[in-house]
């Protein structure tokens, strides 16, 4: 039996049989339309793949290949669909839909007008919003080291350097720079904290002001610079308005064409209820 088992004409018989099973269970007859037919058109694109990859065309066995290779998924494409096998299948399911919203998106002018580029620009501002940009000086103060004294020291500080004395001389070891230039709000945020952050950007260009308390600590901050936040001018980033432009275009598109589907269809859904009880 073992030798039988390993003559190729016992396993054409065997493939032969799950084939004839897999038939009767899905109850395929093959597909309703049994010609594939490979234009003109399908081997130029197969041709034009092949020299995008390789940067050069195909040669004549490779494009008879490349043309198999396009029958072969045709023939097992329509089998499997013939089957079934694409139902339930969340990754086949959500591939379907995403070809679905490309054809809505194809739908969208890739070149809006420069009037239509203005008025999104105008009407979405708050978009294109430039963060305010800040450089300050600091002096570190740990309260791990100085403990209750900290406060006391905070206010000492804060006098030395009102009449000019050092940054460099006076605080703690810091593993940030001592020095920060043109730095956003949400860079110091992430550096130092929100309230550190939105702190700095109210204080006084100039002086040395403290302390300003911060996730490590205390510190003696002076702002040297500030440059409010504000929206810039047009054409300085038009490039950017046209993507977000046609990135908000392509998503009501999608939306309208959902919109209209599904108003094609009943929806019933069942009661939900509460959150489910993860506990069992």
Same mark, same amino acid.
């Given at each position: 039996?073992?030798?039988? /088992?390993r003559?190729?004409?016992?396993?054409?018989?065997i493939?032969?049989? $799950? $084939?004839?099973v897999?038939?009767?269970?899905?109850?395929?007859s093959?597909?309703?339309?049994?010609?594939i037919?490979?234009s003109?058109t399908t081997?130029?694109?197969?041709?034009?793949?092949? !020299?995008?990859?390789?940067?050069?065309p195909?040669?004549?066995?490779?494009?008879?290949? $490349?043309?198999?290779?396009?029958?072969?998924?045709?023939?097992?494409?329509?089998?499997?669909?013939?089957?079934?096998?694409?139902?339930? +299948? #969340?990754?086949?399911?959500?591939?379907?839909?995403q070809?679905?919203?490309?054809?809505?998106q +194809?739908?969208?002018?890739?070149?809006?007008s420069?009037t239509?580029l203005r008025?999104?620009?105008?009407?979405?501002?708050?978009?294109f /919003?430039?963060?305010?940009?800040?450089?300050?000086?600091h002096?570190?103060?740990?309260?791990?080291?100085r403990?209750?004294?900290?406060?006391?020291?905070? !206010?000492? *500080?804060?006098?030395?350097?009102s009449?000019? !004395? +050092?940054?460099?001389?006076?605080?703690?070891?810091?593993?940030?720079?001592?020095?920060?230039?043109?730095?956003?709000?949400?860079?110091?945020?992430?550096?130092?904290g929100?309230?550190?952050?939105?702190?700095?950007?109210?204080l006084?260009?100039?002086?040395?002001?403290?302390?300003?308390?911060?996730? %490590?600590?205390?510190?003696?901050?002076?702002?040297?610079?500030?440059?409010?936040?504000?929206?810039?001018?047009? !054409? #300085?980033?038009?490039?950017?308005?046209?993507?977000e432009? $046609? #990135?908000?275009?392509?998503?009501?598109? +999608?939306?309208?064409? %959902?919109?209209?589907?599904?108003?094609? %269809?009943?929806?019933?859904?069942?009661?939900?209820?509460?959150?489910?009880? *993860?506990?069992?």
């Amino acid at each position: 039996m073992k030798k039988w /088992l390993r003559e190729p004409l016992a396993h054409f018989l065997i493939i032969g049989a $799950l $084939l004839f099973v897999i038939g009767g269970l899905f109850g395929s007859s093959g597909p309703a339309d049994a010609t594939i037919t490979v234009s003109e058109t399908t081997i130029a694109r197969l041709a034009q793949l092949f !020299a995008q990859q390789w940067q050069r065309p195909p040669t004549r066995e490779e494009l008879d290949s $490349l043309v198999e290779q396009h029958v072969r998924e045709e023939v097992l494409y329509r089998e499997a669909i013939a089957m079934g096998l694409d139902r339930n +299948d #969340t990754i086949v399911r959500r591939r379907v839909v995403q070809k679905l919203e490309f054809l809505s998106q +194809d739908l969208v002018d890739e070149n809006p007008s420069e009037t239509e580029l203005r008025t999104f620009f105008t009407e979405n501002s708050d978009r294109f /919003l430039e963060p305010a940009i800040i450089s300050f000086e600091h002096v570190y103060l740990n309260p791990d080291d100085r403990g209750d004294a900290v406060e006391g020291d905070a !206010a000492r *500080t804060l006098e030395q350097l009102s009449r000019g !004395a +050092d940054a460099t001389e006076l605080g703690d070891t810091f593993l940030l720079p001592n020095v920060l230039v043109e730095r956003s709000q949400r860079e110091l945020a992430g550096l130092f904290g929100t309230e550190f952050a939105a702190t700095l950007g109210q204080l006084e260009v100039g002086p040395w002001i403290g302390p300003v308390l911060s996730g %490590y600590g205390m510190h003696i901050v002076r702002i040297a610079a500030r440059e409010e936040a504000h929206v810039p001018e047009f !054409a #300085t980033v038009r490039d950017n308005v046209r993507v977000e432009y $046609l #990135t908000v275009a392509r998503r009501d598109a +999608d939306e309208l064409m %959902y919109e209209d589907l599904r108003s094609r %269809y009943r929806i019933d859904i069942a009661d939900i209820g509460g959150p489910a009880d *993860t506990s069992q």
